[in-house]
Nanobody
C-alpha cells in the first residue's frame, strides 16, 4: 500500500482544513490513522479508524477533528476545525493490516507528510 497525504497549508486560528490521504492498493481491511510531528517533538497520535468502525482521537483534538474514509475513492480524510497554534505540525497518514494498538506509531505504511501551520 502506498499513501499520499495532501491538503496542508497555512491558516489562522479558528479556521479549518481538510487533509486527504489517497491510497494505492487494497486497504479496506486496514486500520488507518493520522499522526503529527511538531518541530523538536516526537510523532504524536491524532486519530485512527479501524476497518470495523472503531474510531479513536487524541484528547486534544476531540470535538474539533473528524476522521473518515471513503472506500470508493480509497481515500481517508481528516477534517480539522477550530484550529489552534498547537496543531501546527507535519501530519502523516498511516495504515496497517493488523495492530496491537491504534494509537502507537507502529503502522507499517506511511505517507510523506503534509505541513499544517496555524498562526494567531
Amino acid at each position: 500500500v502506498q499513501l499520499q497525504a495532501s491538503g496542508g497549508g497555512s491558516v489562522q486560528v479558528g479556521e479549518s482544513l481538510r487533509l486527504s490521504c489517497a491510497a494505492s492498493g487494497r486497504w479496506r481491511s486496514y486500520t488507518k490513522g493520522w499522526f503529527r510531528q511538531a518541530p523538536g517533538k516526537d510523532r504524536e497520535f491524532v486519530a485512527a479508524i479501524h476497518w470495523g468502525g472503531t474510531v479513536k482521537y487524541h484528547d486534544s483534538v476531540k470535538g474539533r477533528f473528524t476522521i473518515s474514509v471513503d472506500n470508493a475513492k480509497n481515500t481517508m480524510y481528516l477534517q480539522m476545525n477550530n484550529l489552534k497554534p498547537e496543531d501546527t505540525a507535519v501530519y502523516y497518514c498511516a495504515a496497517q493490516s493488523s495492530l496491537e494498538s491504534m494509537t502507537l506509531p507502529r503502522y507499517g505504511y506511511w505517507g510523506q507528510g503534509t505541513l499544517v501551520t496555524v498562526s494567531s
